[in-house]
């Protein structure tokens, strides 16, 4: 009997089959993280939430909200929330958006023209990431006077 070379050591069919079943394995492990939100950012959960589920993208419209709070006048989260969600039992939120640019209701923030409806949604957006970060500094970071 002669000894095992390289070839008859390891079949080839095995080793492919083996080798499929290990990145089939790594495939379904690695969509069940992605399908389950791991991957994604998480924000605290707030009352405004099923408005700001509309935004693609949470840190770049609470930049463009920052710079939309100064041009719309008097501001309240409540209030534009409240309009916002009147609006949107009629109506869905492209129709409202694309209603707000034919009416010529448009805000210029930070060089962007947008629907008012766009940067009351980022407003508030921006609003609560604020908050959420003044509540989240406040409770990693106490500031306690020592006694004197």
């Known amino acids: ?6 070839k008859n050591w390891i079949a080839r069919r095995p080793f492919l089959a083996g080798l499929l079943g290990v990145g089939g ?3 379904i492990a690695g969509g069940g993280v992605i399908a389950s939100g791991v991957l994604d950012s998480r924000y605290r959960a707030t009352p405004y939430d099923d408005l700001l589920d509309l935004l693609a993208d949470r840190q770049a419209s609470a930049r463009l909200g920052r710079a ?3 041009k719309l006048r008097a501001f309240n989260v409540r209030d534009a929330a409240a309009a916002l969600r009147a609006r949107l039992k009629t109506s869905d939120w492209n129709d409202v958006v694309l209603a707000d640019a034919n009416a010529n209701h448009i805000v210029e923030a930070d060089g962007w023209v947008l629907p008012q409806s766009l940067a009351q949604l980022c407003a508030l957006d921006a609003m609560t990431i604020h908050a959420a970060d003044k509540d989240a500094s406040a409770s990693t970071n106490p500031r306690k006077e020592l006694p004197k």
């Open 25 to 27: 394995i790594a495939a």
């Open 68 to 70: 939309a709070i100064a």
């Open 1 to 6: 009997m002669s000894e095992p070379t390289q």
